[in-house]
């Protein structure tokens, strides 16, 4: 009995999906459970696993587009097909295939069946060592043998390294390679054109929806990372022996964004037509970059949640991200978002914004430079900040009081900490 595998439902508003990558091949034995394909929608990706075991055999290609529904494999319900006996007396990684492909290759060594292989032809007085078929076909041809490169025995030149000589060279003119020539690179695509991903097509509509139905202003500060820093430092033995992870920098940040967003309420509303939207909760998005492109999960409820659950959330989406498991809903419902460039390097930078949110904050790296503290010089480590805001919704005044007071709340993380 053959079971369908069919494209599912993972959103109200996706209606197809792209095949990413079949992880088991057309008429192979697949285990229930096991994952056999990769789909990618403009959203998420996922992965399908088998529900039945059997033969698998494929309905739709790698880079299908798909709608949702579609059936793209089934599986014929069976035992596991057994062994053969002459199979079982195979050695290890010694199938039929690779012997009659190497019994073909003794048979046969040169194209088109003559046997070069016994043809030890001297070097002619220029010094070329080809063979005799070589040099006929050469000079039927008028193919200068010292421009060419032999691929046969101890270098010598093949009837088929003229041939494909010949096949390059413009009919009855000789093919003279440059010292230029030789050196270029053989066989290299100048420019390689694919299909964009679904999730890379949503990545760019949005952004460029972003740039043009918001009026988006960015403002800048810096700040002193020395009291985070020291107090990580202080800390992280002991946080790390209680809830088996890290004290990280962003579950400060996170902290730093939820004390601004209820001192500046402002920063948490969006509009939504012609009607502005205030919300009383904070759900934070944190932009996690992967192989296919960036995605935000939300990590939920942040004002209620410790600094150690913060990091565990961060770390769960952060591996599911990688694994292509996150879940549509985990990326819907955020009021505000954090991007960290600073970990690629990125010095400062203006953040777009993840519609219909009215705010996003950008961490950058971590510098040590000069600044001035009670009329003295000293070095610290200064990260700048910058926070791009919807000037419809957010005017200049509140933009800056709420990236002062993040400002302020990792420059004294311990009066954070305490709520004061």
Not at 56 to 83: F, Q
Not at 119 to 135: F, H, I, M
Not at 237 to 250: A, N, P, R, S, T
Request: with cysteine; charged share 25%; aromatic share 4%.
């Amino acid at each position: 009995m053959a079971h369908e595998i069919k494209i599912p439902a993972v959103g109200e508003s996706i209606t197809s999906a792209t095949l990413g990558k079949w992880h088991k091949a057309d008429g192979e034995y697949v285990e229930s459970g096991v994952v056999i394909l990769s789909i990618e929608t403009d959203k998420i990706s996922t992965e399908l696993e088998s529900d039945k075991a059997g033969i698998l055999k494929h309905s739709a290609a790698e880079g299908d587009d798909v709608a949702v529904g579609a059936v793209v494999a089934t599986i014929e319900e069976g035992e596991a097909p057994a062994a053969s006996e002459s199979d079982a007396q195979e050695p290890a990684g010694e199938g039929k295939e690779s012997k009659q492909k190497v019994k073909k290759e003794v048979a046969s060594p040169s194209e088109g069946g003559e046997d070069e292989a016994s043809d030890s032809s001297e070097p002619d007085s220029s010094g070329v060592k080809a063979t005799s078929l070589a040099r006929k076909v050469a000079e039927d041809k008028g193919i200068n043998l010292s421009s060419l490169k032999g691929t046969g025995t101890g270098g010598r030149i093949t009837r088929a390294d003229v041939l494909g000589a010949a096949g390059g060279a413009s009919s009855g003119k000789a093919v003279e390679s440059s010292s230029a020539d030789a050196s270029e690179p053989k066989g290299e695509k100048r420019t390689t054109r694919r299909k964009m991903s679904p999730m890379r097509r949503k990545i760019a509509s949005h952004l460029v929806n972003a740039q043009q139905n918001a009026a988006i202003l960015t403002t800048f500060n810096e700040c002193d990372m020395s009291a985070v820093m020291g107090l990580r430092k202080q800390v992280q033995e002991d946080f790390v022996k209680k809830h088996g992870v890290k004290l990280g920098f962003m579950s400060f940040f996170i902290k730093a964004v939820v004390d601004a967003l209820k001192a500046v309420p402002a920063v948490n509303a969006q509009i939504d037509g012609d009607e502005l939207i205030e919300n009383h909760f904070q759900d934070i998005g944190v932009a996690v970059g992967t192989e296919k492109g960036l995605i935000v999960p939300v990590v939920r409820d942040c004002d209620e949640k410790s600094f150690a659950q913060i990091e565990k959330d961060i770390i769960e989406y952060a591996k599911a991200s990688r694994e292509g498991k996150v879940q549509l809903s985990d990326l819907q419902g955020g009021v505000f978002t954090i991007t960290n460039g600073g970990i690629y390097g990125s010095l400062l930078s203006t953040p777009i914004l993840n519609p219909p949110q009215s705010g996003i904050l950008g961490m950058h790296s971590i510098q040590q430079r000069p600044i001035a503290v009670d009329g003295e010089v000293v070095i610290r480590p200064m990260m700048y900040l910058a926070l791009s805001y919807d000037h419809r919704v957010v005017d200049g005044k509140e933009a800056v009081t709420f990236l002062v007071r993040v400002k302020e709340c990792i420059e004294n993380p311990e009066r954070m900490m305490l709520g004061v």
